[in-house]
């Protein structure tokens, strides 16, 4: 695959930023839902002292797991390659969904099944 070592680098570093935030959020049960009807300046705040909803935080971790087993699978001989029509995946959608194993025509044709 061409992009291999640059999709690597990516990956590697936005595993190290996802772990560094989960390391300094703390879930704050008073911390402001994302669809609460507040004013968006309160919710920053919160935000900001590094207060995060569960929801949140195990969001957060879903997507760790996904670069992490991305990161695992990039040295396949298939890796990038949609497992439908087996053409590439374009590099945008890889580094958008690092897990993603069908290109996006496939995936929409899967999704309207
Ligand atoms: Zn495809």
């Known amino acids: 695959m061409e992009h291999r070592e640059q999709l690597r680098q990516l990956l590697k570093d936005r595993i190290a930023e996802s772990k560094a935030s989960l390391e300094r959020e703390v879930v704050d049960a008073s911390a402001v839902a994302p669809d609460a009807a507040i004013g968006r300046l309160t919710r920053m705040e919160a935000m900001q002292a590094g207060h995060v909803t569960e929801a949140a935080r195990r969001q957060r971790q879903a997507e760790l797991v996904r670069l992490e087993s991305a990161l695992q699978q990039i040295d396949k001989e298939d890796f990038?390659?949609?497992r439908e029509c087996e053409e590439a995946i374009p590099l945008p959608r890889l580094i958008a969904r690092p897990g993603a194993r069908l290109c996006v025509?496939?995936?929409?044709?899967?999704?309207?099944?």
Do not use: N, Q
Not at 105 to 113: F, N, Y
């Open 105 to 113: 025509a496939c995936a929409e044709a899967a999704e309207s099944r």
């Open 80 to 82: 990038g390659m949609c």
